[in-house]
């Protein structure tokens, strides 16, 4: 973090060095408050979107497995805060919804393709944190990075799967995932995010921006529990008879493990600043008055004094009254 920090200082005083060369104001960036909204989507990411475990043998074959999914659906997100010129304050609050709906088998002793039942986990998560920005223009476009810290609060719903075949008349439970005994968690998280923005006008930008999350501690805890497959009467295929011959005597399974959820989300959306962009000078003292040329000749009764005509010189506010020569000269 303390690399990134003297990355962005080393970067504005270049900006603004730049700047100077090229003869325009410092505060090129914009000043002042801003909002952001936006929307997309989201991806999990790492061993958050994946997990699988497995029971092995002494040769290592695999005598049951299973691999469980997580899958993104779609992030809302919305930013204030203020620019100091390139760099800035910001704070973000956001929604992201993701659910637990894939799972598979494993065996190397029996086919695990077996017809499924699977009641969806819901994972629905918002956050809000604050950070710094910071903000590179080069004519209408500009780009942002940014980084945030805060809280993210969690609420799921259990997932469950279930054999479904033919010949059950109800679905068999196998195996059921809950993140948080009573679906609701909350953990701190940081992030880091980049935007590209076009300026649509002095106020308005169009922008998309990816952000990239993870979450801090240990993560969510999370119990899987079930029925650990067994091929009872030997025919290399999972059916209602090797849930019926096993009977009472099933073998059941329960893990704890934890999980940081980590997610990519991309979106578009739209800024608007309160305060419009300074307008570019160039540098020097400023000037005010009419500039006027006045012959090389003037008589002597005028009190303007001789100038060169090819050097224009500052008029300022008053009243100038001119003689003509020509007429004295006749009377």
């Known amino acids: 973090m303390r690399k990134l920090v003297l990355v962005l200082f080393l970067l504005a005083i270049v900006k603004?060095?730049?700047?100077?060369?090229?003869?325009?104001?410092?505060?090129?960036?914009?000043?002042?408050?801003?909002v952001s909204l936006s929307g997309g989507l989201t991806s999990p990411t790492g061993n958050y979107k994946t997990y699988s475990d497995s029971v092995t043998n002494a040769?290592?074959?695999?005598?049951?497995?299973?691999t469980e999914k997580i899958n993104g659906k779609s992030q809302f997100n919305l930013d204030a805060g203020y620019r100091f010129g390139a760099f800035g304050l910001g704070f973000s609050i956001g929604y992201f919804s993701h659910e637990l709906s894939d799972l598979t088998f494993q065996s190397d002793l029996f086919n695990a393709d077996?017809?499924?039942l699977k009641n969806v986990g819901s994972i629905d998560g918002t956050y809000y944190g604050t950070?710094?920005?910071?903000?590179?223009?080069?004519?209408?476009?500009?780009?942002?990075?940014?980084?945030?810290?805060?809280?993210?609060n969690f609420s799921t719903d259990t997932f469950t799967g279930s054999y479904n075949g033919s010949d059950t008349d109800a679905p068999i439970e196998i195996i059921r995932t809950e993140f948080a005994s009573d679906g609701k968690t909350s953990l701190g998280y940081s992030s880091v995010g980049?935007?590209?923005?076009?300026?649509?006008?002095?106020?308005?930008s169009l922008f998309t921006k990816t952000d990239y999350f993870i979450t801090l501690s240990d993560g969510l805890k999370v119990t899987d529990n079930g029925v650990v497959l067994n091929?009872?009467?030997k025919d290399q295929l999972i059916t209602a008879a090797d849930f019926d011959f096993a009977g009472p005597?099933?073998?059941?399974?329960?893990?704890?493990r934890f999980t940081k959820p980590k997610m990519v989300n991309v979106g578009f959306g739209l800024t608007y600043n309160f305060d419009a962009p300074k307008t570019r000078v160039r540098n020097g003292p400023k000037q005010?008055?009419?500039?006027?040329?006045?012959?090389?000749?003037?008589?002597?009764?005028?009190?303007?004094?001789?100038?060169?005509?090819?050097?224009?010189?500052?008029?300022?506010?008053?009243?100038v009254v001119f003689t003509n020569p020509s007429k004295k000269d006749n009377k």
Do not use: C, W
């Open 249 to 256: 005597g099933l073998e059941r399974f329960e893990n704890e």
């Open 59 to 66: 040769d290592g074959q695999i005598l049951f497995g299973a």
């Open 114 to 116: 077996f017809p499924l």
């Open 231 to 233: 091929d009872i009467n």
């Open 288 to 319: 005010t008055g009419k500039e006027i040329k006045v012959a090389k000749s003037v008589d002597s009764h005028s009190k303007m004094p001789p100038r060169d005509i090819d050097k224009p010189f500052l008029m300022q506010k008053g009243t």
């Open 131 to 152: 950070g710094p920005d910071y903000t590179y223009s080069f004519g209408k476009f500009s780009t942002t990075a940014s980084a945030r810290i805060g809280l993210m």
């Open 16 to 34: 603004m060095e730049a700047q100077q060369n090229l003869g325009i104001e410092k505060s090129d960036s914009r000043r002042g408050f801003f």
């Open 194 to 204: 980049l935007k590209l923005s076009y300026d649509i006008s002095k106020q308005l």
